[in-house]
């Protein structure tokens, strides 16, 4: 968004010499998508672009719907003074729902094993599903697609005494990015060929 930004005042003052106070009113104007296997996820990336201050829409059942402030996050009690990033609002939706819809740029998050594929696919021998969730969701982008996965996962369980307790552990990338680019499999630490 800054690289383009950057890019846009530099044509715009090739043009015109007077080009100032704008600068700070331009808009970006990209079609942003960020995409994820399931609704809880959904839920997260949703709390995430809220606090970041970035413009964000809902796309429910084909029908895009404006974020409706409910509860505030902790990070809105504690910071009033954050004001939202002068960008088109991102489209939020689950890979599911992203049929027949085109952007600029894609962002598919949380592309690691144990989640997706989700466990009930991989289980009941359905990842060719998954599969073709995961080709839907990649056709999606006109530009870019940046795929994110994480190395660990932070799961909350509660203890005989009821008490809260997160255990971490290990995860793999999701067996799709080594499917895009199979000779980049680093098993162990070990890159192999």
């Keep these: 968004s800054k690289q383009r930004r950057k890019s846009l005042i530099g044509a715009l003052k090739n043009v015109d010499s007077e080009v100032t106070a704008s600068e700070n009113y331009l808009r970006d104007l990209t079609d942003v ?6 609704a809880n996820q959904l839920e997260l ?18 029908e895009r719907v404006n974020d409706v402030n409910d509860s505030p996050s902790w990070l809105d009690r504690r910071d009033k003074s ?21 952007f600029d740029d894609v962002y598919l998050a949380n592309w690691s094993e144990g989640s997706f ?23 999606r982008a006109r530009q ?15 203890g005989k005494d009821r008490q809260k307790k997160y ?22 630490g070990v890159l192999t060929e």
């Design 82 to 102: 954050m004001r939202t990033l002068p960008m088109k609002p991102v489209t939020l939706m689950t890979m599911h729902r992203s049929k027949g819809e085109e």
């Design 144 to 158: 870019k697609v940046v795929i994110t996965h994480s190395f660990i996962s932070r799961i909350l369980h509660f």
């Design 33 to 38: 998508a960020v995409m994820v296997r399931s």
């Design 45 to 62: 990336v949703k709390e995430a672009l809220k606090n970041a201050g970035i413009p964000f829409v809902l796309n429910m059942n084909n």
């Design 117 to 139: 594929p989700h466990p009930d696919a991989v289980s009941s021998n359905r990842v060719h599903e998954e599969r073709r969730l995961a080709y839907v969701a990649l056709t």
């Design 167 to 188: 255990v971490t552990s290990q995860c793999s990338p999701s067996r799709f990015l080594y499917e895009l680019m199979p000779s980049k499999r680093v098993e162990d």
